[in-house]
């Protein structure tokens, strides 16, 4: 039988014990996920790993609450807790200062990271991210409103791509059975209840703390994006003061998966070179 490929390595985080993949040398690159339902960092990054580890240490935890890593008893599921997870693993592996990319849910753990930890973080990337206030995408509500079932995920997945025929019934079916482990299903129902704005109200940073961030970054989004609207990095861009915001045409929320190697090359030549 086939070993599960989602499944890494395994290390302690701040008494967590945590899923990751860690691949190549050079300067640490570490990668973080989104939110979707039965989302693991191999999940969002399968394409992008291999690449990014020919020329860097590229590091891809699964979050507290999301694939493989444990999910500890009464923990809440909050900005300031993943924040600390993903802190915990960058101290855990001794990886000292990191470039960070976060797709989505993660572009505001990436920049989360980058106020709470300055010294730590060198470059950012930010992929079709959230952590600006926003009116909720319907879109997004779907999808943070998706249940462990066939029918549900066959309903939301589409909403991910630009090129709907990217979305196969084996796509769905392998996400399903992600989704619908019981640890899995149990933690995505206590982190996104309706109604939903108040959860990505919550992984918003102010204003201020976004013009804080003195980091280079580079900010990426799908011009087609159903899930997170491209008008977010487009203010993120009016607010951070040292970036580049680069639009893929006929790409949805999946950058990394439809213009995977674009992507790769963009994001190598940024943590390389810089602006």
Request: hydrophobic letters at 40%; aromatic letters at 8%; charged letters at 25%.
């Given at each position: 039988?086939?070993?599960?490929?989602?499944?890494?390595?395994?290390?302690?985080a701040g008494g967590i014990r945590t899923n990751y993949h860690d691949e190549g040398e050079g300067r640490p690159v570490l990668l973080i996920h989104g939110s979707g339902p039965g989302v693991s960092a191999w999940a969002n990054w399968r394409l992008t790993l291999p690449e990014?580890?020919?020329?860097?240490?590229?590091?891809?935890?699964?979050?507290?609450?999301?694939?493989?890593?444990?999910?500890?008893?009464?923990?809440?599921?909050?900005?300031?807790?993943?924040?600390?997870?993903?802190?915990?693993?960058?101290?855990?592996?001794?990886?000292?200062?990191?470039?960070?990319?976060?797709?989505?849910?993660?572009?505001?753990?990436?920049?989360?990271?980058?106020?709470?930890?300055?010294?730590?973080?060198?470059?950012?990337?930010?992929?079709?991210?959230?952590?600006?206030?926003?009116?909720?995408?319907?879109?997004?509500?779907?999808?943070?409103?998706?249940?462990?079932?066939?029918?549900?995920?066959?309903?939301?997945?589409?909403?991910?791509?630009?090129?709907?025929?990217?979305?196969?019934?084996?796509?769905?079916?392998?996400?399903?059975?992600?989704?619908?482990?019981?640890?899995?299903?149990?933690?995505?129902?206590?982190?996104?209840?309706?109604?939903?704005?108040?959860?990505?109200?919550?992984?918003?940073?102010?204003?201020?703390?976004?013009?804080?961030?003195?980091?280079?970054?580079?900010?990426?989004?799908?011009?087609?994006?159903?899930?997170?609207?491209?008008?977010?990095?487009?203010?993120?861009?009016?607010?951070?003061?040292?970036?580049?915001?680069?639009?893929?045409?006929?790409?949805?929320?999946?950058?990394?998966?439809?213009?995977?190697?674009?992507?790769?090359?963009?994001?190598?030549?940024?943590?390389?070179?810089?602006?």
């Amino acid at each position: 039988m086939r070993e599960n490929p989602e499944i890494g390595r395994s290390i302690d985080a701040g008494g967590i014990r945590t899923n990751y993949h860690d691949e190549g040398e050079g300067r640490p690159v570490l990668l973080i996920h989104g939110s979707g339902p039965g989302v693991s960092a191999w999940a969002n990054w399968r394409l992008t790993l291999p690449e990014l580890a020919k020329e860097f240490r590229v590091v891809a935890p699964d979050i507290v609450g999301f694939g493989f890593t444990e999910r500890p008893e009464g923990i809440s599921y909050t900005r300031e807790s993943w924040t600390n997870h993903l802190g915990s693993v960058i101290d855990a592996l001794g990886l000292g200062e990191v470039d960070v990319v976060g797709n989505s849910f993660g572009g505001a753990m990436a920049l989360s990271l980058a106020v709470a930890r300055p010294a730590q973080v060198r470059r950012i990337v930010l992929m079709g991210a959230v952590g600006i206030h926003t009116p909720i995408s319907p879109g997004l509500d779907a999808i943070w409103g998706c249940e462990p079932t066939y029918e549900d995920m066959s309903r939301v997945t589409p909403l991910f791509a630009y090129d709907k025929s990217q979305i196969t019934d084996d796509l769905v079916r392998l996400r399903t059975a992600a989704f619908a482990r019981p640890e899995v299903a149990q933690a995505w129902a206590q982190m996104f209840p309706a109604p939903r704005q108040r959860w990505l109200d919550a992984l918003a940073l102010d204003d201020d703390e976004i013009r804080s961030v003195r980091q280079e970054t580079l900010v990426v989004h799908g011009r087609e994006d159903e899930v997170i609207p491209l008008a977010g990095s487009r203010k993120l861009a009016a607010l951070l003061p040292r970036n580049d915001l680069h639009e893929f045409g006929r790409c949805g929320h999946w950058v990394q998966i439809e213009a995977a190697a674009r992507f790769c090359r963009l994001v190598a030549d940024f943590l390389h070179h810089g602006l």
